[in-house]
């Protein structure tokens, strides 16, 4: 897609998309871990899907913002964590758009975000004095979960592209 107002426009829907998303853990009572792999793979997609359809790396722009929702909804205990998932979900969705060509490729951006989260959240654990149970719970949230999530938000963005 060129450098239009229909990019502007595609972005703006899928931000939105995705805001509502997040923001159905707050309407919707679900037990942890069920909120954290069902709405994490909802965000994913969407992620991935503003990418793919946009053509556009300022896409990436839904991924900055999304950490500071989660951090304002008290998803995120700690405000060092937002640039953390930002950087994580910003190389998951250039992964995602480098090799979108790529049915086998694509699925390493996931273990890609995954090592980015799990290794900015043993530092920012490193700087701030948390708790052991909520450290361990947040180094278990920001692990292999986010794996799972950003597959099945990869294979979500394909069945929607494809009805698109």
């Not at 990418?51 to 205990?77: D, E, K, M, N, Y």
């Not at 996931?110 to 989260?117: D, R, S």
Request: hydrophobic residues 60%.
């Amino acid at each position: 897609m060129d450098d239009s107002w229909k990019v502007w426009v595609r972005l703006a829907f899928f931000l939105a998309l995705a805001l509502v998303m997040q923001s159905i853990r707050l309407v919707v009572p679900l037990p942890g871990p069920v909120n954290m792999f069902f709405i994490g793979s909802l965000l994913n997609a969407v992620m991935i899907l503003s990418i793919w359809q946009t053509g556009s790396c300022r896409a990436c722009i839904i991924g900055l913002i999304l950490p500071v929702g989660a951090f304002l909804q008290g998803q995120l205990p700690l405000v060092l964590m937002i640039p953390v998932i930002a950087l994580g979900n910003i190389c998951y969705m250039a992964w995602a758009h480098v090799f979108r060509r790529s049915r086998t490729a694509v699925f390493a951006g996931p273990v890609l975000k995954a090592g980015i989260l799990y290794g900015g959240t043993q530092v920012v654990l490193l700087s701030v004095a948390l708790p052991a149970a909520a450290g361990q719970t947040l180094s278990f949230m920001m692990s292999w979960p986010q794996v799972v999530t950003g597959c099945a938000g990869i294979v979500l963005a394909g069945l929607v592209r494809r009805r698109l």
